[in-house]
């Protein structure tokens, strides 16, 4: 899969790019990130990219042009390619969203800054709006490193096992049940036993129990719409 990320600062995704997970996927070349500065496309001795906005008031905005010539210059590798707009005021970014996306040949991200683009680069230029949460950044630039790290993750290849994503919170609509490692004992906390019973049935069965019970806990609202079988409804109403 191949990410294209339109931004005024391209250099702050070099250490992203390059080390762990993504980096490694980059050099296996499964995936593939392609940086392009905007301001390569602002015209003019100075390369501005921004104005004052129309109707006066305070902050600045950054202009079609530079940003829809960009576009115009991004290779198209598939017709299976969206163009997103990082905003706050777009649809909020989830993991049904990350798997749409995973399914994409090519991912093409702009990235906002100051008071956000002219209007008029979403009519016609924009597939797509998405926001990562309810707050306000300084810029789309983390917001792009979020999605490609959540969709990246979920191309095929990527992580070293093909299931260690499918047990991930929010795969099945539960946050996932906790992990242990060495030592067995940690300043006098132990291990759960379950655990190292060498029980699969019995630490199958914990799992799910402490999956639910942490769903139940801390986001109940998950719940309503996770798909929940006959043995998780009868641990839930115990937990109840
Ligand atoms: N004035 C805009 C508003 O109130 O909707 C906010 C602009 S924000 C300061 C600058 C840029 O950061 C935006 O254009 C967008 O690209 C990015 N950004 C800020 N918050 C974001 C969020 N929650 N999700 C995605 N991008 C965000």
């Known amino acids: 899969m191949r990410f294209d990320v339109l931004t005024l600062f391209p250099d702050l995704f070099a250490p992203f790019v390059e080390q762990g997970i993504m980096g490694r996927a980059v050099q296996q070349g499964k995936l593939d990130v392609c940086l392009t500065n905007i301001r390569d496309h602002a015209r003019g001795a100075h390369r501005v990219t921004d104005d004052r906005p129309y109707g006066g008031g305070s902050g600045m905005v950054m202009k079609a042009g530079p940003i829809v010539r960009a576009l115009g210059a991004v290779e198209r590798i598939s017709d299976r390619c969206r163009v997103v707009l990082l905003t706050p005021q777009g649809r909020l970014f989830d993991q049904d969203l990350a798997w749409e996306l995973a399914d994409l040949d090519q991912l093409i991200l702009v990235c906002g800054r100051y008071e956000g683009v002219d209007e008029r680069v979403l009519k016609g230029f924009v597939d797509q709006e998405?926001?990562?949460?309810?707050?306000?950044?300084?810029?789309?630039?983390?917001?792009?490193?979020?999605?490609?790290?959540?969709?990246?993750?979920?191309?095929?290849?990527?992580?070293?096992?093909?299931?260690?994503?499918?047990?991930?919170?929010?795969?099945?609509?539960?946050?996932?049940?906790?992990?242990?490692?060495?030592?067995?004992?940690?300043?006098?906390?132990?291990?759960?036993?379950?655990?190292?019973?060498?029980?699969?049935?019995?630490?199958?069965?914990?799992?799910?129990?402490?999956?639910?019970?942490?769903?139940?806990?801390?986001?109940?609202?998950?719940?309503?719409?996770a798909r929940l079988t006959e043995e998780d409804r009868r641990i839930l109403s115990e937990l109840k």
């Open 130 to 225: 998405v926001s990562i949460g309810d707050y306000v950044l300084s810029g789309g630039e983390s917001a792009a490193l979020v999605v490609m790290d959540a969709v990246g993750r979920l191309v095929p290849g990527v992580l070293g096992s093909e299931d260690s994503n499918r047990e991930d919170s929010f795969e099945d609509g539960l946050l996932e049940h906790p992990h242990y490692t060495r030592p067995r004992v940690f300043e006098g906390r132990e291990v759960p036993e379950v655990l190292l019973s060498g029980d699969h049935e019995r630490i199958r069965v914990w799992r799910r129990a402490q999956a639910l019970k942490r769903t139940l806990e801390r986001r109940p609202d998950l719940l309503e719409r």
